[in-house]
């Protein structure tokens, strides 16, 4: 007698034991029972992971977007004008020039070249020294505001790329100028 109440307890028992020892999980969903699969968890486990994967890449191509219309902003502003005869930056463009030393001193990989032109009074070799002094003063400018030298490149043009073709003062002042070309 005892022996088939043992049996009887070991019949119900066994299911149970052999429902506990598979891997699986319960979940408790308004007086339910579900039982997830290892394969379930799994699939749950790789589709967070793909989440946080495709927020990540999101993330990363705003942030390029930004960095490219924060570069296009600078194009936009990357003439800074002289004085004639003169090389020396003026302070009206601190604002243009600090905008650009953040972005250079906050993307390391980005170069930029500095074109130094003159307009077309003075011989040619005047003026390429003229336009190279121009290009060296935004470049010392820069630095001091914490660009590496590594990141700046220095050409002059002298008179040879007129901004403007034309043989009047305000052509004169326009072809006076340094460019920032990234």
């Known amino acids: 007698m005892r022996l088939n109440k043992t049996m009887k307890a070991l019949a119900i028992a066994l299911p149970v034991l052999a429902i506990s020892a598979c891997s699986t999980t319960e979940e408790v969903d308004t007086g339910t029972t579900t039982v997830e ?11 967070a992971e793909e989440a946080v ?30 004085d004639f ?3 020396t930056v003026s302070g009206e463009f601190a604002t243009i020039l600090e905008a650009h030393a953040q972005f250079l001193n906050a993307n390391t990989q980005v170069n930029v070249v500095i074109e130094g032109h003159a307009d077309e009074r003075g011989t ?10 121009r290009a ?31 043989r009047s003062e ?13």
């Open 37 to 47: 699969t290892n394969a379930q968890i799994e699939a749950k486990k790789a589709a």
């Open 85 to 87: 005869d003169k090389s």
């Open 124 to 133: 040619p070799e005047y003026n390429i020294a003229l336009g190279e002094r």
């Open 136 to 166: 060296k003063a935004v470049q010392t400018y820069l630095e001091n505001m914490g660009v590496t030298s590594s990141q700046l490149t220095t050409v002059s043009y002298g008179e040879e790329k007129p901004l403007i073709k034309d």
């Open 53 to 82: 994967r495709v927020a990540a890449a999101k993330e990363a191509e705003k942030f390029e977007e930004e960095k490219k219309q924060a570069q296009e902003a600078l194009r936009a502003n990357s003439i800074i004008y002289f």
């Open 170 to 182: 305000d052509a004169f002042a326009k072809n006076r100028r340094a460019v920032l070309v990234y």
